[in-house]
């Protein structure tokens, strides 16, 4: 079983739409989760922690199931800037990351 | 404030022949690792340092890859010999340990391109 576990879409959406992504971790000693981005041919970039009581910013809210061990990503009102592969990832250890494959969102006029 | 730097951006090579990559870190970040993302696939990580002292290499395929940080700030990735499904993205990465609002948040660079013939 993979340590992080994402659908890996693509999700193609309007713009304006509501999506949602979800990830499953299996190490539940991690302490640490993570949203990154990553455009088609570009670096990850970090878009949000995810942390116990959920967090929000702006259009996204990220959330935490610890005793499901999984992590949501809601993205609301789509624009199309938004299409990009969305990495769920998590912290095993001593800063030690492990991505998922990523979710791929395609948000369409 | 300037990112994480690599170089060469792309490389193309035949299997059995060996490839350095480069990378130079944001300036004062103690942690550096290095990453391999095939098409379609998260980054795997493949090493880590902590200034210039290994913390994690558990899956860098020691038999073909090595990297050092000499002085704790830039490193090398090198592979010798490649083979065809090294064929992939090399990604370096740094963070800064604990001062700042996220610790783990890492910074990446653009990668290096690399295909193997």
């Known amino acids: 079983r993979k340590e992080v576990e994402q659908d890996p879409g693509p999700f193609n959406v309007p713009e304006g739409a509501t999506v949602a992504f979800n990830c499953t971790y299996s190490?539940?000693?991690?302490?640490?989760f993570f949203w990154y981005r990553q455009d088609c041919r570009k670096e990850p970039k970090l878009l949000m922690s995810?942390?116990?009581s959920g967090n929000e910013d702006g259009r996204f809210t990220a959330q935490l199931n610890r005793a499901s061990q999984y992590i949501s990503l809601l993205i609301r009102d789509s624009k199309l800037s938004d299409s990009a592969t969305y990495l769920c990832?998590?912290?095993?250890?001593?800063?030690?990351?492990?991505f998922g494959t990523g979710t791929r969102l395609l948000v369409s006029p | 404030e300037a990112g994480v730097a690599q170089s060469p951006r792309y490389k193309i090579i035949e299997k059995r022949q060996s490839v350095a990559f480069w990378c130079n870190p944001i300036?004062?970040?103690?942690?550096l690792y290095w990453y391999q993302q095939i098409l379609g696939q998260g980054p795997k990580l493949l090493i880590q340092?902590?200034?210039?002292?290994?913390?994690?290499d558990s899956q860098l395929p020691k038999d073909r890859f090595s990297a050092e940080r000499l002085k704790g700030v830039d490193s090398t990735l090198k592979i010798q010999p490649a083979k065809l499904e090294d064929s992939a993205v090399y990604l370096c990465?740094?963070?800064?340990?604990?001062?700042?609002?996220?610790?783990?948040?890492?910074?990446f660079g653009p990668g290096t391109r690399l295909t193997v013939t």
């Open positions: 990465a740094s963070s800064l340990r604990g001062y700042n609002r996220d610790p783990y948040e890492q910074y």
């Open positions: 190490n539940s000693a991690s302490q640490s």
């Open positions: 995810v942390y116990s």
């Open positions: 990832v998590v912290n095993s250890g001593f800063q030690k990351l492990v």
């Open positions: 300036s004062g970040h103690a942690t």
């Open positions: 340092f902590q200034n210039n002292g290994v913390v994690d």
